[in-house]
């Protein structure tokens, strides 16, 4: 199977910058989208921003312009790069997998839509 971790977050004061990653780790052969969803709590998860396995990054209109998504293909790891935060960032930040492909002795395996345990953040005003 195919596993996620982030790493990064933490307390902040607003317009602080915080470095998000996530490493997937698994007998990886290929992963699809990546991507970086967050959480209030009581509140929906919601989405942030999306990379390819292609490069073409998507935003939020609401850290379009703040925050910049980027990839390392050959270590399977994703970044967050979030810029002049705003108290209303505060969330718990989770990392996405639409689709990864693993090997199990010499047998391909997708697994689909998976998650890492989150990391929190909190921009104080």
């Known amino acids: 199977q195919v596993q996620l971790v982030e790493s990064g977050g933490g307390l902040v004061q607003t317009g602080g910058s915080l470095r998000l990653s996530c490493a997937a780790s698994?007998?990886?052969?290929?992963?699809?989208?990546m991507a970086w969803y967050r959480q209030v709590s009581g509140k929906y998860r919601e989405f942030v921003a999306e990379?390819?396995?292609?490069?073409?990054?998507k935003y939020a209109a609401s850290v379009k312009g703040r925050f910049t998504i980027s990839r390392d293909f050959a270590m399977n790891m994703v970044y967050l790069q979030m810029d002049n935060l705003k108290p209303e960032d505060t969330a718990v930040y989770y990392c996405?997998?639409?689709?990864?492909?693993?090997?199990?002795?010499?047998?391909?395996?997708?697994?689909?839509?998976?998650w890492g345990q989150g990391t929190p953040v909190t921009v104080s005003s």
């Open positions: 990379i390819s396995n292609s490069g073409i990054s």
């Open positions: 996405n997998v639409d689709r990864a492909i693993y090997l199990v002795g010499s047998s391909h395996f997708s697994e689909y839509d998976f």
């Open positions: 698994g007998r990886i052969s290929s992963i699809d989208n």
